[in-house]
């Protein structure tokens, strides 16, 4: 017995023994009978072992063709496979090849989604062979894309629903989840999906599309990621005229019924999955986004992909860019284009190594930073209408209502968009940071490309080639005068699925600056 449950184990045959297998005092409960009372209505032990026919419909254990000869007879597949037996290399070969043939990115997408709920070794190992060419179809732009046409394009259900329908059961939902050990959640109320606002429930492409970067770029179990979209209606109108809409059909619960729902939620996460579990909240509109991680950062192991993860990867690309341009950070003058979450929780990592690294107070370091939000540059006259997050960065200056006239005012020489609408640094933006900048650092960060403050191409030939550019999602590289140009690209894909792979590994149970900045500084070795 002993060695056949090993060989399942180690074989590719599916063992799930629940917890409550043994009973107490080291007896093996064989038959259930002792626990099996009539208050204990939950099977008290099951193991399942997937063969054969649900083995091939099982995308965890499935290898398709790719089982050998030996395991096909020992998992009762003969005759449910042609012939034919593919190595796994051959098998990736066969699907970039046809998943090539597809034109319209939104196509790719649903063959790799197909694709991960068939067979998710082949998913991963996908990806991760052809990550430059596969990162923008299962990430950034198409999964914005994905996430607006969710209703139409869904098969199969990926991840978790929590409704306002399930208030009152989040931990039954949680058990639900066919997996125990969870490391790692990405959360997204579905209310900012990018920069294309309010998607409701089927912001559920960005968890599932983050999630599977923590396996493929992180290295992060798959059975340990759960992707989370909690559902409290929608204020997209559009939406909810869809006659395909997956979410509640009504606009979003706010304030008390807010609050409770994802407070049932966090509660229920930690009971469940302990102390060390990592919550990723994503994509939240400001309005909540600075609330719950001021709010949970204290109690639960969170990150705001959002406000950190942007963060550390746009100051680990500004570290960089300094040693194009030269001088140290404090001798930048940063403009802000957006003043939400990724804009200034940018701003405050800047701020926060400045004063670091020239031992002067926070205060002081902030001054050389300057936001823009729709109502022109933030200064202290603006002080009472201000947001509490958009406070810090009132300094005392003349209001100026437009981008154009504040970057002739501040003469920054970094100039960073965040703030998720395109085509916001006009020609006329880029000539003036040109004009006073050698090599002006442009960043065009909000995403999918459509929302782009600018493009690679227009940032360069504007610059007349002298810009340093890197955006949030991606560009192909540019010719301009002969010469090409590869623009960088700035996204928190970079930075979270090894921040929060460090996270678990290293058994924390906060998040705190100083990791923010750690991770900045990691080099490749
Ligand atoms: O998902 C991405 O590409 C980056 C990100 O977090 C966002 O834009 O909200
Ligand atoms: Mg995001």
Redesign the pocket.
């Known amino acids: 017995m002993e060695s056949t449950l090993k060989e399942l184990r180690d074989g590719n045959t599916v063992l799930e023994v629940d917890s409550k297998s043994a009973v107490s005092g080291g007896v093996r409960d064989v038959h259930g009978e002792d626990a099996a009372t009539e208050d204990q209505i939950v099977t008290p032990w099951t193991i399942s072992v997937a063969s054969g026919y649900s083995l091939l419909r099982n995308p965890h254990h499935n290898k398709g063709l790719a089982f050998t000869e030996k395991e096909r007879d020992h998992h009762y597949l003969r005759g449910l496979l042609p012939p034919s037996v593919v190595s796994q290399d051959l098998q990736v070969k066969k699907l970039m090849a046809n998943i090539r043939q597809y034109t319209v990115p939104l196509q790719k997408y649903m063959a790799m989604m197909d694709l991960q709920e068939r067979n998710e070794k082949l998913f991963y190992k996908l990806l991760m062979d052809n990550v430059e060419e596969l990162l923008p179809v299962v990430?950034?732009p198409t999964v914005g894309e994905a996430c607006q046409k969710y209703g139409s394009i869904l098969r199969r259900p990926q991840g978790l629903f929590i409704s306002l329908n399930e208030k009152g059961k989040i931990l039954e939902v949680l058990k639900n989840w066919p997996e125990k050990n969870i490391q790692v959640i990405v959360v997204t109320d579905g209310e900012r999906i990018?920069?294309l606002g309010d998607l409701g429930c089927q912001g559920m492409g960005?968890p599932v599309g983050?999630l599977s970067l923590y396996t493929a770029l992180g290295g992060v179990r798959p059975s340990a990621c759960l992707p989370v979209t909690i559902d409290v209606g929608t204020n997209n109108q559009k939406l909810l005229d869809d006659e395909f809409y997956i979410g509640l059909r009504q606009k979003r619960a706010t304030g008390q019924e807010y609050a409770e729902l994802i407070h049932e939620f966090m509660c229920a996460v930690k009971q469940n999955y302990g102390e060390k579990v990592l919550v990723q909240f994503?994509?939240f509109a400001n309005h909540n986004a600075f609330d719950l991680l001021a709010r949970y950062g204290t109690t639960h192991l969170v990150f705001n992909?959002?406000i950190q993860?942007?963060a550390s990867v746009v100051l680990a690309g500004l570290i960089s860019a300094l040693n194009l341009v030269g001088g140290t950070l404090a001798e930048h003058t940063f403009l802000f284009l957006g003043a939400g979450e990724a804009g200034t929780g940018i701003a405050e990592l800047i701020a926060l190594e400045m004063s670091k690294q020239t031992q002067a107070p926070l205060e002081e370091t902030r001054k050389k930073i300057w936001l823009v939000d729709s109502k022109g540059l933030i200064v202290s006259s603006r002080m009472d209408s201000l947001q509490h997050f958009k406070k810090p960065w009132a300094h005392e200056h003349e209001p100026i209502k437009n981008l154009v006239d504040a970057v002739k005012a501040i003469k920054p020489t970094v100039l960073i968009g965040s703030s998720g609408v395109g085509r916001t640094f006009t020609k006329e933006v880029v000539e003036a940071m040109a004009s006073f900048n050698e090599k002006p650092i442009i960043l065009a960060l909000?995403?999918p490309t459509s929302q782009s403050e600018c493009t690679a191409e227009e940032a360069y030939t504007w610059s007349e080639g002298r810009a340093i550019f890197a955006s949030?999602?991606p560009f192909d590289p540019v010719e301009y005068n002969g010469k090409v140009f590869v623009p960088g690209q700035s996204?928190?894909?970079y930075i979270f699925p090894g921040f929060g792979l460090g996270l678990i590994i290293s058994g924390a149970i906060r998040v705190h600056d100083d990791m923010l900045l750690a991770a900045c500084k990691c080099k490749k070795s």
């Open positions: 990430y950034t990018l920069g960005i983050k994503e994509d992909d959002d993860g942007t909000s995403n949030g999602s996204n928190n894909a």
